[in-house]
């Protein structure tokens, strides 16, 4: 039986990862954030005590990605990320974390481990997938491809709201600097660009509410899984 895919891609701070969450959990859709399976890798191999050991164990590394127990579910909170059946959802999202998952992500065989790893979370009912090359590159047979952006301006202002709302200051001209060049290095990477699928459905969040957001790709997906 064909399982159906929806993916969803787009810029940093476009509201993909809180949609994913929320259209995972709408259809009762399996969701997979693949922005955080680096992470969780990195992770993994840092407890494991093979971090260090990527040059000279790579076969052992290889078989931990291909093995990685996690688990992704979305939930009227966002997304709860489970390694190993353990909630991680914010030891991931730390700067430590951060820099495992860049040695992960420059060893190309570990790079393939997760591709296939990614391509595992496809298993009924369906599966809503939230990154930046899910449509182009992972699932390019999905049903449902959706290309979610927002101007760098609205998607800063956003981010600088979210820091505050954490405590933290935080300066606008800075942020809406660091989203540019990673937006520039996303886009014009040799491997996987950053960029819609030919046939993808284009959705500018920048004046939208989530809730709106939500109707729209509700409706879509909706004329899609029907034909």
């Given at each position: 039986m064909t399982v159906n895919i929806i993916t969803i891609d787009g810029p940093s701070g476009s509201g993909k990862g809180t949609l994913a969450a929320k259209i995972a959990q709408h259809y009762g859709y399996h969701l997979l954030d693949s922005g955080a399976i680096y992470r969780l890798l990195g992770l993994s191999l840092f407890h494991?005590?093979?971090?260090?050991?990527?040059?000279?164990?790579?076969d052992a590394c290889v078989q931990v990605a291909t093995d990685l127990d996690?688990?992704?579910?979305?939930?009227e909170q966002?997304?709860?990320?489970?390694?190993?059946?353990?909630?991680?959802?914010?030891e991931i999202r730390t700067e430590i974390v951060g820099e495992y998952a860049s040695r992960v992500a420059a060893v190309p065989a570990l790079r393939a481990a997760l591709l296939q790893r990614q391509r595992d979370f496809a298993?009924?009912?369906?599966?809503?997938?939230?990154?930046?090359d899910m449509a182009t590159t992972v699932f390019p047979q999905a049903k449902v491809k959706i290309f979610l952006t927002a101007s760098a301006e609205s998607r800063a202002a956003r981010r600088?709201?979210?820091l505050q709302t954490m405590g933290v200051d935080a300066n606008i001209s800075t942020i809406l600097a660091n989203i540019e060049a990673r937006d520039k290095r996303d886009m014009e990477r040799s491997v996987a660009p950053l960029k819609p699928a030919i046939n993808?459905?284009?959705i500018d969040s920048s004046d939208l509410s989530i809730a709106q957001v939500f109707e729209q790709m509700t409706i879509y997906i909706d004329q899609c899984l029907s034909h």
């Amino acid at each position: 039986m064909t399982v159906n895919i929806i993916t969803i891609d787009g810029p940093s701070g476009s509201g993909k990862g809180t949609l994913a969450a929320k259209i995972a959990q709408h259809y009762g859709y399996h969701l997979l954030d693949s922005g955080a399976i680096y992470r969780l890798l990195g992770l993994s191999l840092f407890h494991r005590q093979l971090l260090d050991q990527l040059e000279h164990n790579i076969d052992a590394c290889v078989q931990v990605a291909t093995d990685l127990d996690i688990q992704f579910q979305g939930s009227e909170q966002g997304l709860e990320v489970r390694l190993e059946g353990r909630n991680v959802s914010q030891e991931i999202r730390t700067e430590i974390v951060g820099e495992y998952a860049s040695r992960v992500a420059a060893v190309p065989a570990l790079r393939a481990a997760l591709l296939q790893r990614q391509r595992d979370f496809a298993q009924l009912p369906g599966l809503v997938a939230d990154g930046r090359d899910m449509a182009t590159t992972v699932f390019p047979q999905a049903k449902v491809k959706i290309f979610l952006t927002a101007s760098a301006e609205s998607r800063a202002a956003r981010r600088v709201k979210q820091l505050q709302t954490m405590g933290v200051d935080a300066n606008i001209s800075t942020i809406l600097a660091n989203i540019e060049a990673r937006d520039k290095r996303d886009m014009e990477r040799s491997v996987a660009p950053l960029k819609p699928a030919i046939n993808a459905k284009i959705i500018d969040s920048s004046d939208l509410s989530i809730a709106q957001v939500f109707e729209q790709m509700t409706i879509y997906i909706d004329q899609c899984l029907s034909h």
